[in-house]
Structures are given as C-alpha cells and as structure tokens.
C-alpha cells in the first residue's frame, strides 16, 4: 500500500525498468506460429487457439454507411478479468498488476489482478500458472461483488466478451512482485493520467456498486428499457463471415492488410520480447487504428426536488450503437465516439463538433486510454466527458436519451447492454470526483 | 367490466358462439401459398414472410445428448405482444382479447391487447388494421411499464422473440368487440382454469412490477448473477443451419415431417377457417409436440429474519437452460421443464419424479396451458409450483439454484435471462395468491 500517491509512482518506476520489453513491426505473412489460408486468407495460429483474423460482411438499415466489408478478429473463447478487494481499516483496495502488453503505447499499465485468455490460463502455449487465478474459479473463497459477461470493441472483435469479476476477500493476501493494493480514491487520481489504467481494469471497475445505489424510479426505468427495445427493433443487423481474401476494399500485402482510403484500421504483424510473462517472445498480429479516436459523454445535472440543478443527478446523454461484432443489434454507448477521419466532412457524426469545441471549463473529464494492448496496438482514445449549457435539447433524436448515471450503471450490472467505450467512463464517474469541475488535468 | 367472474365466463361463451372455426390437418406438401425447395427441403411461404422451417444442428458440451439435429422455425422478425392498462377506481385493469388460435385445444383463448407479428400489422397479407396498435407504436400516449424483447420456446424457434409490452393509459379506450377489462384478480382466477390464458398474455404479465419491488441485497444479487455467468462460461453452444432434408434421424413424407423414434415433435400442416381474424382462411405448417409436457418449480419459504419460514420470501429453485434455439447459450428455465417420453427411463430429468410424485397438499398451483397457438399444434404443458420439505437440500447441484422470486423477477426485466416457460409461471406467482395452500383446483 502507498501512503502518498508519489510512493506508488516511484514503485511504478522500478517496474517499468526491471523488465525489459521490445515490440518490433513484422511483415504480416512472415509471422513465427502464425499462417495465412492460401485460399481464403484466414490469419490463424498453428495451434488453432488464441484468435483469427477472418471477413465479415455486415449489413445495417441505418446510418450512412449501411453495408459493408472488413477483417475483423475472431475470438471465440473468452476470458477473464478479474479485481481482487479488501479492505484495510474499512476502506476497499483494489490489488492491480503493472502489466505490460504488445499494443500499448506506454508500455506497462495498470491491470487487473487477473487477466487471462481460457488459452493463458488453461496454459495451452506451456506459460507459468497464472497468479491469483484461484480467487475467480470455482470453489471460490470471497464475497462476489461483481460477475458479468461484458463486450468488447465491436469494431474490432466479433462477439467478443470477457467475464468481468470483482471478488472481496478477508484473509492474507500475498502481494506479488508487480502487483500492488491501491485506494478507490487513489484509482480516481491515477485515471487522470493517460495511458495508466489499462481498458481491462477500467471495465471491471465499472461494476464496482456505487454506495449510493440509488434505485431508479419504476417509470423511469421502463421508459430507458423501452428505448432500448424500440431501437433493437427499429434497427437489423445481418452479418456473414466471409473469406479474408473476399473483403472488398481492402489491399492485402505481405506487410499489412489496409482500407483502401487509408481509414479505419490496418492488420499488421509483430514480434514481441519480454521477460515478465508467461512466455517470453511472441510474434503475433494485431489490429492498428488509423488515428486516436474520441469517445464522450454530454452530461447535465437534472434539477434536483429543490429545483436547483447544481445538486441534482448527473444525467448522461447516450446513444444506441451498432458495430460490426455487436452481439445484439445494439448497446448503449456514449454521446460521441469515432475517429473522426474515418468520416467525410459533410458526414460528421451528431455532436462530435459540440464535445471538439467545448471550452475547458466545460470539460469535466479530458484524458487519452488505451484500448486492450493484447491484440489492438496502440490504439487510443481521447476520453472526456463535457458539460452542456442550459440551453441543451432535451431531446436529441430517437438515437439518443439523456439517462440518469445511476440507471445506466444499472444497464450495466446486465451484460451486453453497455458498450466498453462507455464503461471506461463509467469507471471515472464511479471513481473521480467530477463535482470539481474543470478540475482535470488539461 | 364484470362485477362477477360469471359474467365473463357468459361473455366468453358468447364469443365462443358467435365465431366459426374449423382447423383440419392437410398434407405438408400441399399447403396452399408453402412449398418446399426441391433440394434443400426447407419450407417457405411464396411471399418469403412469415416464417420458414428449416434444419439445425446443435452441439452442446453437457448433458445425456450432446448433439443432434432437428427441425426449427426461423422468424427472424419479432412482433408485438402489448396489454393496455387502465385503472378503474384506482384498480389496474388489463385490456385482453378473446382470440381464436389454429394450434389452441380450446380455440378461444385470452390473449393480449395486441398480439402481432410484424408481418400482421405491416399488413403484408393485406388483412384488416390491427385494432389498438397504435397505444404500441411511437409516437405513443401512455406511460410505458414495460417493454422488453423476450424469447420464445428454444426447442422449437431460432433465436425467436417478441416486444413484450405494457402501457398504461388514462384516457378513454373504446373497447371494441371481442374484448374485455379484466382485473388482475379476475386474471388470477383465471389462471387457475386449463387452456384460457394464453402464452403471449402470460409472458407479458409477468413484466407486471409486484407492488413489493423489494429490491435484493446486493450480495444476492452479484451471486445469482455469477452463477448465471458462470453458466454461460461452462456450457458451450455451437449451432448451423443446416437443409431440412439432412436433418438425420427424421423422416419426412407428404403428410409430415416426425422423428425416427416417434419422439419430441412433428412438422404437420392445417387448413384453417375463421371468420374474425384478418384473413378468413390460409394454410400452414406447425410444430406438433408428442405428448403434453412438465414445467414445474418447486418451491420453499426462505427463514424470515423472525426465524419462521411461513412469512420468509418465496423462493425458487431456478436451473440454467440450453436448447436448440437459445440466443445466449442459456437461459434461466424452471426447476423441470420436459416432454417425460422423450427420455429413457434411465436418464429421467433431475426432480421429474419429486415433482409427479409430490401429494397434493404440496401443489401450490396445478393447471394446463397451451403454448402459442399460431406455430404450435396442441402445444400443451401441465405447470405446477411444488413445495418443498424442510429436508430438501440447499445446493442442487450447478445448473440449480435457490433464488428469491422477486430476484428472479428483476432477471426478467432484461430479455433473453429468463424462458418462457418461467416467466408462466412467474405470470401466475404475480397475479395469484399462492400463499393458500393447495388452493388450486385439482
């Protein structure tokens, strides 16, 4: 445990230099344990396991762009993410791992005590045991505060999820080299800076029951149910699996697989070096971002049973989205999120001016994460959540709903209702003090 | 309105009376408006609407079978099932509808407000306008009490789901002929005769929020939901479609399509002649079940804080479900829910006996309903509610759980938790009074 949040820094600092850590590009068709179908182009490993990179054709009935083609990554299997707590003279501590991943663009972050693939910790590729493990498997000792089945990137992963768990323990817990007990308070500072909690640690996080547990009124609950309902109804989404070699408008070399605008994201290769893992080298490919994205939230204060608004609930403005890897037609995702490049200028998505122009003041939270640094490589977004005018529409299209915090943290007990972009920002709702406003860092 | 319950019964009659109705078996393969394609077998409407039934095979990684093909209806689309609700002197009153069915044993059932598919009042088949439509359609009057996607019969319907709605309104509502305001009261003693109730009406009730809305602790509910996750995680579901004509181990002729061991169901067709529907006559395939089915919960008081279990919450033994048309791998089923002479005797579900064995004086609630009239042909189950001793174990091995109704209840809230066949059961907790034992009619 740290006294003083510079304590945690420096210990941060010696991990970051007792491991050595290298992640080289690598041609895509050059990859060691990895081949192309040379037929269909399939990217898959020898061993069958981990993931494949194969096409998806994908249809929608909305939006500008209502059918297309793209590589995406097959993951059947998943995982899980789990965060060990306890508590210390009362308060809760969350043990994290300074972890690092190929993808990161500040290599070692911040994770949860678990997180593994079924292949990392049924061990396929002969790796160490996992640590911790034992706390999130069955028989189980704790007290199990949170487990869910939550989704991830649709725009990159296909059905993608992860089983997000947190797990309050009483007894000793060792604390492993690279691993440390951190305050919720301390998490709140911490996610201020970029680059240092890690997409995994954010999601779980989110999960973590907010004291107030304030239940939303029945009609009001209803009313957000219904428009989720309305629009898994008003929208399709029809998908097809198809070759890796058949997805129209993308240009295959022996390097890389890439839109051919140059948007969205390419499929590159890399060769990884390590020596903390469980293994201690690796080539593998990974999906790279054309740009750093920006992922939203508007928010207002309702007017409180006092009328005042300085005191109210926080509301938060969300929209339905549907990605290519959606499981279910739709989740709710925050107010804004895309890369803006991936859109021509007369096309740009509602709002995403308003959050660009918004005036310091006004920005409750402005930070850039990472997304997971095992398979997408430095993929990055500019997270912030930004305070309307009086003057904001109640009603924003039938797209969009401005829904208590606390309703949609309950969404959020459920999986495969709230997108992970819009869990991150759950997880700084639910640990920085956002009252204090433009007390950000930028 | 009815003052007496004998009212309604001499209203129903007249309904009955008043409407013909015939419904003869025809050969499947000359249904007016279906064919079959000459090679792959799978049968189709000429307008592509409607539904179509087609091969499946499953592969599950539990249980005695582990993996087999069948026939399946595939309805993409999902409809409206929306009750209207209206307070009388303060007392909610449900708006149903006297409706024949072709698959009903008893054809005139009580059904919702509005029961269409979207085919129906989209009016693809040219039928007249489906009355109150419009309290279900946006832009809506009403406050809204519910509105969910819930699935329908997993062992007969891919991915099948329908809006399961309630509104309330306060203005004036023409009830027009062939309807009826029923309390729920009157709906709960109603529920208490065979074959009156019908499925769609029982599904959406059980969305009715019970006044009690004790909410769970939170410990209870982070632990029933990791069960259900870890369910998910346990189980595997692998399905594809597959042509109808290579569905091994059925056999197909002119009539019919049925199993080689006379199990499970049939593909049959009917012609069908009505006077009040929107159409006056068509013809169809349905799904024919072998034999009336078991849909059972048993049941116990939990230890009040007082220490007596006669006033301790109503809890139920709750089992994780897969079956062939599941979205989500499972879902959570009752504690028995199965055709007997689809098994050896051998292999007999677990608690089939417990539950055909158990006196009387333990069957809180005994009574036949039919499942969906419009796909299914006498499609019936025998559901009870069977308590159990005190010496009936905690743990029920890890596909059961003990869970609080209400619990259960806020599972239901969300779509795609809870089957069907619970949520019947879930409908006759909500509306009767289950606390007079052995109060039910047989």
């Known amino acids: 445990m740290f006294q003083r949040i510079e304590d945690f820094h420096d210990w941060l600092g010696e991990q970051e230099r007792s491991h050595s850590f290298r992640v080289r590009l690598a041609p895509l068709d050059e990859l060691a344990g990895w081949s192309s179908h040379p037929e269909l182009g399939t990217i898959r490993h020898s061993s069958g396991r981990f993931f494949s990179i194969d096409g998806l054709t994908v249809g929608t009935g909305h939006g500008p762009t209502r059918s297309w083609a793209q590589p995406i990554i097959v993951q059947p299997e998943s995982g899980i993410l789990g965060i060990l707590v ?10 994290l791992q300074a972890k690092m991943e190929p993808g990161n663009v500040r290599p070692v972050q911040l994770s949860p005590t678990v997180q593994a693939t079924r292949s990392n910790y049924t061990r396929v590729h002969g790796g160490k045991p996992v640590p911790y493990l034992e706390y999130f498997q069955a028989p189980r000792q704790g007290r199990m505060i949170a487990d869910v089945l ?4 649709g725009s990159w992963f296909l059905h993608k999820r992860n089983r997000n768990m947190l797990v309050e323990v009483t007894g000793d817990v060792p604390v492993l080299p690279g691993f440390c007990w951190l305050t919720g308070d301390q998490i709140g500072e911490l996610m201020l800076i970029d680059n240092l909690i890690n997409m995994d640690t954010r999601t779980v996080l989110s999960g973590f029951p907010s004291p107030k547990r304030q239940e939303p009124s029945p009609g009001d609950d209803a009313a957000a149910m219904s428009w989720f309902t309305e629009a898994k109804e008003r929208r ?18 022996p390097e890389r697989i890439s839109h051919e605008l140059d ?70 995702a925050p107010t804004v999120q895309c890369a803006p490049g991936n859109y021509d200028a007369d096309r740009k998505p509602p709002f995403l001016d308003h959050v660009l122009s918004a005036p310091a003041s006004r920005r409750l939270l402005d930070v850039v994460y990472s997304e997971e640094g095992g398979r997408l490589y430095h993929a990055e977004n500019r997270y912030l959540i930004v305070e309307v005018g009086d003057d904001f529409p109640d009603h924003a299209g039938e797209d969009f709903l401005w829904m208590d915090a606390e309703r949609l943290a ?20 639910r640990f920085l003090d956002l009252s204090r406003k433009g007390g950000t860092r930028r």
Chains 1, 2 share one sequence.
């Not at 939550?150 to 990137?153: C, I, L, R």
């Open 150 to 153: 939550q989704s991830e990137q």
């Open 410 to 429: 309950g969404f959020g007990h459920y999986g495969n209702h709230v997108n992970v972009e819009a869990r991150s920002l759950m997880a700084c709702l």
């Open 263 to 332: 948007r969205y994201f390419s499929v590159i290769g890399v060769t990884v070096e390590i020596d903390n893992r469980e293994v201690t080298g690796w080539d593998q490919p990974m999906i790279a971002p054309c740009e750093r994205g920006i992922v939203a939230f508007l928010a207002r204060r309702a007017p409180s049973a006092g009328g005042t608004q300085d005191d109210g609930e926080l509301q938060l403005l969300v929209q339905v989205e549907t990605q290519a890897g959606t499981l279910d037609v739709v989740e709710i």
């Open 86 to 95: 306890k508590r210390f003279g009362g308060v809760p501590h969350f043990l």
């Open 236 to 253: 399709t989404l029809t998908r097809k699996q198809i070759p890796l070699n058949e997805v129209k408008g993308w240009l295959r070399s």
